[in-house]
């Protein structure tokens, strides 16, 4: 494939468990050079600087998308900086976690990044096609995804794989 888009592939695992699975992720991506995105919530910050990149959202709106490794020194640098022995995954999301209080101005960050290095980075990459051109262009991969299963086998395939499940774990 051309790449790999995966929903919490470490959902309900416990931390070894979680680990193991980061870790071949990103031994595929490597050993294949193929790009792999994925949705995690509170990585352990063992994951958290195995990731190369991080998108950190708050409501949808991005308040940072760049280097793993330079995330500290990003949030240090607008005020923000990230206790000492403390898991940055953790820290991030109680920054910009809006459901609770205590969270930094949202505003402010979104505004700062859009002013970033970071996010001039991304703009020129997505205006200027390179990525398409490195990675397929887009209608290619849509194309894919078209001549692959039809949505009732798909839907039969899951139905007959959750009926299975449910029998040996009632």
Not at 38 to 66: A, D, N
Not at 83 to 99: E, G, H, T, W
Not at 122 to 142: D, N, P, V
Request: with cysteine; charged share 20%; proline share 5%.
């Amino acid at each position: 494939p051309k790449g790999l888009l995966l929903d919490e592939p470490t959902s309900g695992l416990d931390s070894a468990s979680a680990l193991g699975i980061v870790k071949v992720l990103r031994s595929i991506g490597q050993k294949y050079d193929i790009p792999i995105c994925t949705t995690i919530h509170q990585p352990s910050s063992e994951i958290w600087h195995l990731f190369t990149k991080v998108c950190l959202l708050s409501k949808g709106r991005v308040m940072y998308f760049g280097d793993t490794a330079n995330t500290i020194e990003y949030f240090n640098s607008l005020g923000y900086p990230c206790p000492a022995y403390s898991n940055p995954a953790d820290f991030f999301l109680s920054l910009i976690n809006q459901d609770f209080e205590g969270h930094a101005d949202i505003a402010h960050l979104e505004e700062m990044f859009r002013k970033s290095s970071g996010y001039q980075n991304t703009q020129e990459i997505l205006t200027s096609g390179k990525m398409a051109k490195e990675r397929g262009s887009i209608s290619c991969q849509l194309k894919q995804v078209r001549d692959g299963p039809s949505t009732v086998y798909q839907f039969w395939q899951l139905l007959k794989r959750n009926l299975i499940y449910s029998s040996r774990n009632p």
